[in-house]
C-alpha cells in the first residue's frame, strides 16, 4: 500500500497547483510542493532497504496476460526515488522565481508532478509491463513540458522530436520486453532476473537485447539518438535541471542497472554497450566544448556523462557497475545545480549566449560561486564528488579486457573525454563570469531572489559533501543500489578521497591540465570547428518529418479517394487473395467429417437468406425498398440463432434489427429515395464478377472448415459456467464473467462512439423537406393519436419486459445487453410517436450521463474484486433464502451487466435521439395538445 501511495501521490497532487494558483505563486508552489514531501517522508521512513530489505506490492490484474500491478523497492528503486523526489522539491522551489508572473505556474506544476509520478512508476515497478506504461507516460509528459512555451517554434518542435525520438524506441523496448516475457514465461522482475541461464540461451536473445537498447539509447540520448536533447533545451529551465539532467535521461541507464544481471556477460552487450556509450562520451565531451549557448553546453556535457555511464555498464564488471551508479548520483546533483545556475543568468541577464555574458563575477558573485563548484566537480577537481565517481571510472578502463596492442585505447580515449570535459568546464566558468565585461546585455546583471539560489546550494553542498566524506554521506546508498542492481553481493571498493599514487591519479592530473592548456590554446581548434560543413539536426528531423508526411499524403491519395465503392472492392479483393492463398495448399477441400443433415425449412430459410442480398442489390437505386428487402435477411439470421439452439443471439438479433432500421430509416429521412445510376455497365460486370468470387470464396471455406474436426473452447465453458459463474446461461456468463474484460471494452467504446456522434451533431440543423420523392407533401398531423397512444400503452409493457430479460439473463436467454436494447426502442418509440419536446418534457433524461454511469458501474465492478484479493473483473454468487419468497441466487455479475444495461440506453438514444432531431420544426399549440 505504501508503494502504491508513493507512486500515486504526484497524481493525486496534480489538480492542486492549478487550484491553488488563484491563491498566488506561494500557494501554487507550496500545493505542488506537498506530494514529494510526503513522498519522501514515506520513502525516507523504509530506511531498511539500505540494509538489503525488499519491498513488495502486487495486485493481480489481468495474470493469464502476464500484467499484473506490481511494485518494489530495493536499494536500486530507493535511489532513484530519492533523486526524483528531492530534486523535484528543490526544481519547484526554484520554479516559484523562475516563471514570470504572466505564465500558468498551476498547468506548469501540473506536468511536472505528472512526469514525477511517471518518473516513480518506472523505478518502482516489479512488472515489466507496468513499466513500460509508466515509461511512455514519461515521454508524453515530457512532451508537454518541453512544449511548454508552446508559442514559441523551437518549443514545439523540440518538443515533438523529443516525443518521436523517445516514443521510437518505447515501441522497440515493448517488443523486447516481449520477447523477454515470452521466453522467461513471466513479466515479473524478480522471475526474469533469476532466468539469465535461460534467456542468454534462447535464440531470441539477441533480438531482445537489441530492441531493449534501443529503447535504453533513444531514452538516455546515446549516439546516434543523442540529436533530441540540445533541442529539448528550449523548455524552461527548471525543466532541464529536472528531466535532463537527474531523471528522464536517467531512465535509459536505470534500466541498465536493473536489467543488467540478466542481459549483460556475453560479448554482444559488451560492444553494444560499451562502445556506443564510448562512442557517445567523446562526441559530447567534443561538442560541448563549442557551444556558445550556456544550456547547449550543459546538453552536450549531460550526453557525455550519460555516455560515460553507459560505458562504464558495457565494460560488464561488478566495479563498473558500482562506478556506474556512483556517477548517476554524482551526476544528478552537480548537473542540476549548474542548469539552475544557467537559469538564474538567463533570467537575470536576459541572455545565454556565452559571447554576451562575460564578467558576470562583478555582477554575481553569490552564483559565480555556486556555478563554479558545480563546474568543477563536473571537471572531476579532487575534494568534490564528480572526482571520486571520474577516478573509478579510469580504473575499470585500466583493467579493458581487450589485450595486446589495443588495451592501451580505452584508457587513452577514456582520459581525452574527460580532457574535453575539464575544457568545457574551465570555458563555462572563464567565458561567463570572467573574461571582460558583459556586451549589450537586454537586463542589468545582478543576484536573483535569495531563495531561488537556495535549491543551487543544496546541490553544491552536496558536491562538497559526498567529495570529501563520501563514507559519511553516500556510502549506504550506493552499496544497497549496487546490490540491487547486482541482485547480489556488491563487490568490495573504496570510497577514500585518496589511493596513492596510481596510475588513475595520473589520468586524473592529465586530464586536468590538459584541459586547461586545451581552453588556453583554443583558438585554432575553435576555428577549424568554424569550418566545418553545418549541420542542424532540428533541420534535418524536421524535414524528414515533412518527407514522409508528403509521402503519407500520396499514399492516402491512392487508397482513400472518398469512394466507397473503392474501399470495398479493395478489401474483398485483400480477402480473396488471403482465403485462396490460404486454401490453396490443401490437397482436398473436403475433409473426414460429414456435414449435418439439412431439413426442408431451414433449406428454405437459408435460399430466402441468400437471395435477399441479390434482392438488395437489385433494388438499391430505391432505398426505402432496399430497406425492407435487407431487413428480410436480419430476420431469417435471427431464425438461424434460434433454429441452431442460441436463443440469446436470436434475441440480441432482433433487438438489433430494430434499431439498426429505425437508425437507416432516420438516416434515409434526409437522403433522395431514387439514387441515379453511377456506375458504366462495365463496371457492373466487375463488381459482379467480384462479389460472385467472395461468395463461392466464402461457401469453399466454410465447407472446408465445416467438414474438418476442431477444438472449441465452449466444452470449457459449458463446463465451468454454473461452478465458476453461478449462471446456466452460458452466454451471458461468458459476457459478464469469463470476457468481462472484452464486454468493458466494448462497452467502452459504444459509448465513446455515441458521444463523438452526439457532438458531429450537436448544432448540426438540416431544412425540413416538405414533400417526398414522389412530390407528394407530408403529413401535417406530424404525431397521430393512435400512434401516440399506442406508444404510451407500450412503454410500461416494454420496460417491464426490459426488466424481466435482464433479471433472468444470468441463468436463462437474456441480460443486460438485449435489455437494453429493448428499453432502447421502447424510448425511441415515444420519439417518433409524441416528439422530441414532449419526451424531454416526461422524461428529463441525460443520456450521455447515463452511458457514462454505466461504464463506470462495470469498471467498479472489476475494481471490487480487487478489495477480496481477486483479479481484476472476478466476479461472485451465492444463494440465499427469504421468507415468502424461498430460495434465489445473487451474482456480482449482475452489477456488472446493469453498466452493459445503461450503457447501451443511453449510447442509443444519444444517437437515435441525436439524428431525430436534426431539423426539429416548432411544434404547432394545437399538435402539441394533440400529443397530449
Known amino acids: 500500500m505504501m508503494l502504491a501511495l508513493l507512486i500515486a501521490l504526484p497524481f493525486l497532487g496534480c489538480c492542486l497547483p492549478v487550484l491553488a494558483e488563484r491563491f498566488g505563486r506561494n500557494a501554487c508552489a507550496a500545493a505542488a510542493a506537498l506530494a514529494p514531501l510526503l513522498g519522501l517522508g514515506l520513502l525516507?521512513?523504509?530506511?531498511?532497504?539500505?540494509?538489503?530489505?525488499?519491498?513488495?506490492?502486487?495486485?493481480?490484474?489481468?495474470?493469464?496476460l502476464g500484467l499484473n500491478l506490481s511494485l518494489r523497492l530495493d536499494g536500486l528503486g530507493?535511489?532513484?526515488?530519492?533523486?526524483?523526489?528531492?530534486?523535484?522539491?528543490?526544481?519547484?522551489?526554484?520554479?516559484?522565481?523562475?516563471?514570470?508572473?504572466?505564465?500558468?505556474?498551476?498547468?506548469?506544476y501540473a506536468f511536472l508532478l505528472l512526469f514525477m509520478g511517471a518518473m516513480l512508476g518506472v523505478v518502482l515497478s516489479e512488472n515489466l509491463l507496468l513499466m513500460l506504461v509508466f515509461w511512455e507516460l514519461t515521454s508524453l509528459s515530457s512532451f508537454l513540458l518541453i512544449g511548454f512555451w508552446n508559442q514559441r517554434s523551437d518549443a514545439r518542435k523540440g518538443a515533438r522530436m523529443s516525443l518521436a525520438v523517445t516514443g521510437g524506441g518505447g515501441l522497440a523496448l515493448l517488443a523486447g520486453i516481449l520477447l523477454i516475457g515470452h521466453v522467461v514465461g513471466s513479466f515479473e522482475l524478480s522471475r526474469v532476473l533469476e532466468a539469465r541461464a535461460l534467456l542468454q540461451g534462447s535464440p531470441l536473445f539477441p533480438l531482445a537485447l537489441v530492441l531493449v537498447l534501443l529503447g535504453v539509447f533513444t531514452k538516455s540520448a546515446q549516439f546516434p539518438f543523442h540529436f533530441w536533447l540540445p533541442h529539448a533545451m528550449a523548455a524552461p529551465t527548471p525543466v532541464s535541471a529536472y528531466l535532463?539532467?537527474?531523471?528522464?535521461?536517467?531512465?535509459?541507464?536505470?534500466?541498465?542497472?536493473?536489467?543488467?544481471?540478466?542481459?549483460?556477460?556475453?560479448?554482444?552487450?559488451?560492444?553494444?554497450?560499451?562502445?556506443?556509450?564510448?562512442?557517445?562520451?567523446?562526441?559530447?565531451?567534443?561538442?560541448?566544448?563549442?557551444?556558445?549557448?550556456?544550456?547547449?553546453?550543459?546538453?552536450?556535457?549531460?550526453?557525455?556523462?550519460?555516455?560515460?555511464?553507459?560505458?562504464?555498464?558495457?565494460?560488464?564488471?561488478?566495479?563498473?557497475?558500482?562506478?556506474?551508479?556512483?556517477?548517476?548520483?554524482?551526476?544528478?546533483?552537480?548537473?542540476?545545480?549548474?542548469?539552475?545556475?544557467?537559469?538564474?543568468?538567463?533570467?537575470?541577464?536576459?541572455?545565454?549566449?556565452?559571447?554576451?555574458?562575460?564578467?558576470?563575477?562583478k555582477y554575481m558573485p553569490h552564483t559565480a560561486v555556486l556555478a563554479m563548484v558545480a563546474s568543477a566537480s563536473m571537471a572531476g577537481v579532487p575534494l568534490l564528488n564528480g572526482f571520486l565517481s571520474k577516478e573509478m571510472f579510469f580504473?575499470?578502463?585500466?583493467?579493458?579486457?581487450?589485450?595486446?596492442?589495443?588495451?592501451?585505447?580505452?584508457?587513452?580515449?577514456?582520459?581525452?573525454?574527460?580532457?574535453?570535459?575539464?575544457?568545457?568546464?574551465v570555458r563555462f566558468i572563464h567565458d561567463v563570469f570572467f573574461n571582460g565585461e558583459p556586451l549589450n546585455l537586454p537586463k542589468q546583471p545582478h543576484e536573483p531572489p535569495r531563495y531561488m539560489k537556495v535549491p543551487v546550494e543544496v546541490l553544491v553542498g552536496l558536491c562538497l559533501l559526498v567529495g570529501m566524506a563520501p563514507s559519511l554521506t553516500v556510502a549506504p546508498l550506493l552499496s544497497a543500489a549496487v546490490a540491487a542492481s547486482l541482485n547480489g553481493t556488491p563487490p568490495d571498493y573504496s570510497l577514500a578521497i585518496w589511493h596513492g599514487f596510481n596510475t588513475p591519479l595520473l589520468m586524473s592530473l592529465i586530464a586536468l591540465v590538459g584541459g586547461v592548456l586545451l581552453y588556453v590554446q583554443r583558438k585554432p581548434l575553435f576555428g577549424w570547428y568554424a569550418g566545418l560543413p553545418a549541420l542542424d539536426a532540428k533541420l534535418v528531423f524536421e524535414q524528414q518529418v515533412q518527407r514522409s508526411v508528403r509521402g503519407a499524403k500520396g499514399l492516402t491519395a491512392r487508397l482513400q479517394n472518398d469512394s466507397l465503392q473503392r474501399y470495398l472492392l479493395l478489401l474483398l479483393l485483400a480477402a480473396l487473395v488471403v482465403v485462396c492463398a490460404g486454401l490453396a495448399p490443401l490437397s482436398s477441400l473436403a475433409g473426414q467429417r460429414?456435414?449435418?443433415?439439412?431439413?426442408?425449412v431451414t433449406a428454405f430459410g437459408l435460399a430466402l437468406l441468400a437471395l435477399s442480398g441479390p434482392l438488395t442489390a437489385a433494388?438499391?437505386?430505391?432505398?426505402?425498398?432496399?430497406?425492407?428487402?435487407?431487413?428480410?435477411?436480419?430476420?431469417?439470421?435471427?431464425?438461424?440463432?434460434?433454429?441452431?439452439?442460441?436463443?440469446?443471439?436470436?434475441?440480441?438479433?432482433?433487438?438489433?434489427?430494430?434499431?439498426?432500421?429505425?437508425?437507416?430509416?432516420?438516416?434515409?429521412?434526409?437522403?433522395p429515395q431514387r439514387t441515379p445510376k453511377e456506375s458504366?455497365?462495365?463496371?457492373?460486370?466487375?463488381?459482379?464478377?467480384?462479389?460472385?468470387?467472395?461468395?463461392?470464396?466464402?461457401?469453399?471455406?466454410?465447407?472446408?472448415?465445416?467438414?474438418?474436426?476442431?477444438?472449441?473452447?465452449?466444452?470449457?465453458?459449458?463446463?465451468?459456467?454454473?461452478?465458476?459463474?453461478?449462471?446456466?446461461?452460458?452466454?451471458?456468463?461468458?459476457?459478464?464473467?469469463?470476457?468481462?474484460?472484452?464486454?468493458?471494452?466494448?462497452?467502452?467504446?459504444?459509448?465513446?462512439?455515441?458521444?463523438?456522434?452526439?457532438?458531429?451533431?450537436?448544432?448540426?440543423?438540416?431544412?425540413?423537406?416538405?414533400?417526398?420523392?414522389?412530390?407528394?407533401?407530408?403529413?401535417?398531423?406530424?404525431?397521430?393519436?393512435?400512434?401516440?397512444?399506442?406508444?404510451?400503452?407500450?412503454?410500461?409493457?416494454?420496460?417491464?419486459?426490459?426488466?424481466?430479460?435482464?433479471?433472468?439473463?444470468?441463468?436463462?436467454?437474456?441480460?443486460?445487453?438485449?435489455?437494453?436494447?429493448?428499453?432502447?426502442?421502447?424510448?425511441?418509440?415515444?420519439?417518433?410517436?409524441?416528439g422530441s419536446r414532449w419526451v424531454r418534457t416526461r422524461l428529463p433524461l441525460n443520456y450521455s450521463r447515463g452511458a457514462g454511469l454505466g461504464v463506470l458501474i462495470a469498471g467498479l465492478t472489476g475494481l471490487g474484486s480487487w478489495a477480496f484479493g481477486y483479479p481484476f473483473l472476478t466476479s461472485s454468487f451465492g444463494h440465499f433464502y427469504l421468507p415468502l419468497v424461498g430460495e434465489f441466487e445473487l451474482a456480482t455479475a449482475m452489477l456488472f451487466d446493469l453498466g452493459v444495461y445503461l450503457t447501451v440506453v443511453g449510447a442509443t438514444l444519444l444517437i437515435l435521439a441525436g439524428l431525430g432531431e436534426l431539423n426539429p420544426p416548432p411544434e404547432s399549440p394545437a399538435s402539441a395538445q394533440e400529443a397530449l
Not at 52 to 63: K, Q
Not at 621 to 636: D, E, M, N, T, Y
Request: hydrophobic share 55%.
Open 244 to 361: 535532463h539532467s537527474a531523471t528522464m535521461v536517467k531512465a535509459g541507464v536505470f534500466l541498465l542497472a536493473r536489467l543488467y544481471p540478466v542481459l549483460a556477460g556475453n560479448d554482444l552487450w559488451f560492444y553494444l554497450v560499451s562502445l556506443t556509450g564510448l562512442a557517445t562520451l567523446l562526441l559530447g565531451a567534443f561538442t560541448a566544448l563549442f557551444q556558445n549557448d550556456l544550456k547547449g553546453l550543459l546538453a552536450y556535457s549531460t550526453i557525455s556523462h550519460l555516455g560515460l555511464i553507459t560505458l562504464l555498464f558495457g565494460l560488464d564488471s561488478p566495479m563498473g557497475n558500482v562506478a556506474a551508479i556512483f556517477h548517476i548520483i554524482n551526476h544528478a546533483t552537480f548537473k542540476a545545480s549548474l542548469f539552475m545556475a544557467a537559469g538564474i543568468i538567463d533570467h537575470e541577464t536576459g541572455s545565454r549566449d556565452m559571447r554576451r555574458i562575460s564578467g558576470l563575477w
Open 44 to 64: 525516507l521512513g523504509q530506511r531498511g532497504v539500505l540494509a538489503g530489505e525488499r519491498l513488495f506490492a502486487r495486485v493481480d490484474w489481468l495474470p493469464e
Open 619 to 671: 433494388f438499391h437505386r430505391q432505398r426505402l425498398v432496399a430497406l425492407i428487402v435487407l431487413s428480410i435477411a436480419g430476420l431469417l439470421v435471427a431464425l438461424v440463432f434460434a433454429r441452431f439452439a442460441a436463443p440469446d443471439l436470436a434475441l440480441t438479433q432482433l433487438a438489433v434489427e430494430v434499431v439498426t432500421m429505425v437508425l437507416l430509416m432516420l438516416a434515409l429521412y434526409y437522403l
Open 78 to 108: 530507493f535511489l532513484f526515488a530519492l533523486l526524483i523526489l528531492g530534486i523535484g522539491l528543490l526544481v519547484i522551489l526554484y520554479a516559484r522565481y523562475y516563471l514570470a508572473e504572466q505564465e500558468p505556474t498551476g498547468r506548469f
Open 594 to 600: 460429414p456435414l449435418s443433415s439439412l431439413d426442408a
Open 680 to 834: 458504366s455497365s462495365l463496371r457492373g460486370l466487375r463488381d459482379f464478377l467480384v462479389a460472385l468470387a467472395c461468395g463461392v470464396m466464402v461457401a469453399l471455406l466454410a465447407y472446408a472448415v465445416l467438414t474438418r474436426p476442431y477444438d472449441s473452447i465452449a466444452g470449457y465453458y459449458l463446463a465451468n459456467s454454473v461452478s465458476g459463474g453461478g449462471g446456466h446461461n452460458v452466454v451471458n456468463v461468458i459476457l459478464v464473467d469469463f470476457r468481462g474484460f472484452d464486454t468493458l471494452g466494448e462497452i467502452s467504446v459504444l459509448a465513446i462512439a455515441a458521444v463523438g456522434i452526439f457532438a458531429l451533431l450537436d448544432g448540426l440543423r438540416l431544412p425540413v423537406r416538405e414533400r417526398d420523392g414522389e412530390g407528394r407533401p407530408w403529413s401535417a398531423e406530424r404525431h397521430p393519436l393512435i400512434l401516440a397512444s399506442l406508444a404510451r400503452l407500450l412503454l410500461p409493457l416494454a420496460l417491464l419486459v426490459a426488466v424481466f430479460i435482464f433479471l433472468r439473463g444470468h441463468n436463462l436467454p437474456g441480460g443486460g445487453f438485449i435489455a437494453g436494447l429493448v428499453s432502447a426502442v421502447a424510448l425511441i418509440l415515444q420519439y417518433i410517436a409524441c
Open 395 to 425: 580504473g575499470e578502463t585500466l583493467s579493458w579486457s581487450m589485450s595486446g596492442s589495443f588495451k592501451w585505447l580505452m584508457p587513452s580515449l577514456a582520459t581525452l573525454g574527460a580532457l574535453f570535459s575539464v575544457s568545457y568546464s
